[in-house]
């Protein structure tokens, strides 16, 4: 296995490793438990562009550092709208598949980061929640990959209540492909199996594969950034966040 170091000005939010034609991104901030700074977000579209351009890689598994795969966005740093759109879309148009390896908590766009992968598989002791509605905000960018995936009722309830889901729950959803209790041995034919296509059958399958996907990102994502932008600068929003960063129940709460 091939490992790239971080960079000398400091340690890298993603990391790389390769090993048998797949290449692991490994989410490494576990300090703000990988929330989706500006420079995580940018980190990873860097590395998902080199892979993109690099023959050796045949497909490509996102995991991660810590017990959070992603907390959702850096409300202290957050990334541009528009730069994480871009994101989830590079994942879904990159000519290679992207598989997510899950062990710990997906929050809000962390789950949008799985919507876009093509693959997703997670241990039992993961858990999920789109937390966006607690705060005053909605899952609007991220419901550009998932809600043409995602089981209509199910994304009904969880994107409402913002309550926690299990990965048996989310993989009967449509959040996930699979739940395991070894993430690792199931992930052990998928990626066989990549190993195994052709590089021009992988891209062309994912073409078939995501034409849904692509066509919400074509109609929808404008609306969305647009929407979500209004939604965080309101006084509700402000409450919620507020509440979230102070570790206290919102003022609505009763």
Not at 1 to 21: D, I, K, N
Not at 90 to 118: F, M, N, S, Y
Not at 142 to 155: D, K, Q, T, Y
Not at 195 to 222: H, I, M, N
Request: hydrophobic share 45%; glycine share 6%; net charge neutral.
């Amino acid at each position: 296995m091939t490992q790239t170091q971080p960079p000398a000005s400091g340690p890298a939010l993603v990391t790389t490793a390769h090993e048998r034609g797949i290449t692991t991104l490994t989410l490494d901030s576990p300090a703000n438990r990988n929330a989706l700074s500006a420079r995580l977000v940018d980190a990873l579209g860097d590395a998902l562009t080199a892979c993109a351009k690099d023959p050796a890689v045949r497909a490509v598994l996102l995991t991660h550092t810590g017990t959070t795969f992603s907390a959702g966005a850096d409300l202290k740093a957050p990334a541009n709208p528009y730069t994480f759109i871009a994101l989830m879309r590079q994942i879904v148009e990159l000519p290679k598949p992207v598989v997510a390896r899950v062990t710990g908590h997906v929050r809000a766009g962390g789950i949008g980061l799985l919507g876009a992968c093509d693959i997703a598989v997670a241990d039992r002791t993961s858990d999920f929640a789109f937390t966006e509605v607690r705060i005053g905000v909605a899952p609007a960018v991220i419901s550009l990959p998932l809600l043409p995936r995602v089981e209509p009722r199910a994304a009904a309830r969880y994107y409402l209540t913002g309550e926690r889901f299990d990965a048996e729950r989310a993989a009967t959803a449509g959040v996930i492909t699979e739940a395991a209790d070894d993430v690792d041995a199931a992930l052990a034919p998928v990626l066989d199996g990549l190993r195994r296509a052709s590089p021009q059958g992988l891209a062309e399958s994912k073409k078939l594969l995501t034409v849904g996907v692509l066509d919400a990102f074509e109609r929808y994502a404008e609306d969305l950034v647009q929407r979500s932008a209004s939604l965080f600068v309101t006084a509700e929003a402000r409450e919620g966040i507020t509440a979230f960063l102070e570790r206290r129940d919102a003022s609505w709460v009763r």
